[in-house]
């Protein structure tokens, strides 16, 4: 479907229009919002951030409506928020290209399987012991199990996918875990390292990790820090710190742009690269003075 251009005159109308109280008029303005595609989004968004207060607000209304039909609008807004959740994000960001995804099943199954591990707790264990049943439940119980390729496709990465078919790459894997983990109460975070993806806990004199590569097996902060030394002398104990969820959240768009585009499912590619661009630009904009 060939999609409008927002013209100008529409632009100079919707700023005299936006805030006009007619069903009528509010409806021929989202008619025409719709028929624009994402330029109306960015049009929404620039009003959103740019004009007075009450304008602000009416364009708002109007990007909170068109979220109902566009699910790119979810994730530019959740983006553009700076409020970043890592299971909400993975949602969102998943949504703009599985409209079908079920959030309450998907957190159903996680719940599930966080429950089992919970149920194996028992006081007064600690961090690392709870780690090891939970890993019982995850790697063995459900039977989680890393595929290793050197070009993954949506299947295994796609979260909704792996948590169907347990079967998943690295990263995935180690996202579907530390959501699991949220819910014990383990206080685990997600590390992007040098070639490799940890989970990392921080509680203790020296930091533990779950290796997701090697189906969950608990390793010291220093026997980490070895291993990837092996492959890059450089790395350092700064490497093994917490990513933040932003930056889990960047590299989970830029490996759906890439798997999608090997998959010849040019659109979806560069909507997540549109989103892994958006990141970028929220990041610039915020990282100056």
Not at 22 to 36: D, F, I, M, T
Not at 204 to 232: C, I, M, T, Y
Not at 236 to 255: F, R
């Amino acid at each position: 479907m060939t999609k409008n251009n927002l013209s100008s005159e529409f632009r100079k109308a919707f700023q005299v229009l936006a805030d006009d109280p007619s069903p009528k008029v509010r409806e021929a303005l989202l008619e025409e919002l719709r028929g624009a595609g994402e330029e109306a989004l960015d049009f929404l968004h620039h009003q959103a951030v740019t004009l007075g207060r009450w304008e602000a607000i009416a364009a708002r209304h109007f990007l909170e409506a068109l979220a109902r039909d566009h699910p790119t609008v979810e994730g530019l807004d959740f983006i553009r928020s700076m409020n970043y959740e890592l299971e909400t994000g993975l949602l969102i960001l998943t949504r703009a290209v599985s409209p079908q995804l079920n959030h309450s099943e998907f957190c159903f199954k996680l719940d599930q399987i966080a429950a089992r591990a919970r149920e194996l707790f028992a006081p007064p264990m600690s961090v690392r012991e709870k780690c090891q049943l939970l890993n019982r439940v995850f790697f063995h119980e459900h039977g989680f199990r890393l595929v290793r390729r050197q070009e993954e496709d949506t299947s295994l990465l796609l979260p909704q996918e792996v948590l169907y078919t347990k079967r998943g790459g690295a990263f995935t894997l180690m996202l579907l875990y530390a959501l699991i983990a949220t819910r014990c109460r383990l206080g685990l975070e997600t590390v992007k390292a040098p070639g490799h993806f940890l989970l990392g806990c921080y509680e203790g004199k020296e930091p533990f990790f779950v290796d997701v590569h090697a189906s969950g097996s608990l390793r010291w902060g220093s026997e980490v820090l070895a291993n990837l030394q092996r492959e890059d002398a450089s790395v350092s104990e700064m490497e093994l710190a917490p990513t933040p969820v932003g930056e889990i959240l960047t590299t989970y768009c830029q490996s759906l742009n890439v798997a999608f585009a090997r998959e010849g499912r040019i659109d979806e590619s560069r909507l997540f690269e549109r989103f892994r661009k958006e990141f970028a630009e929220i990041y610039r904009r915020h990282a100056q003075p």
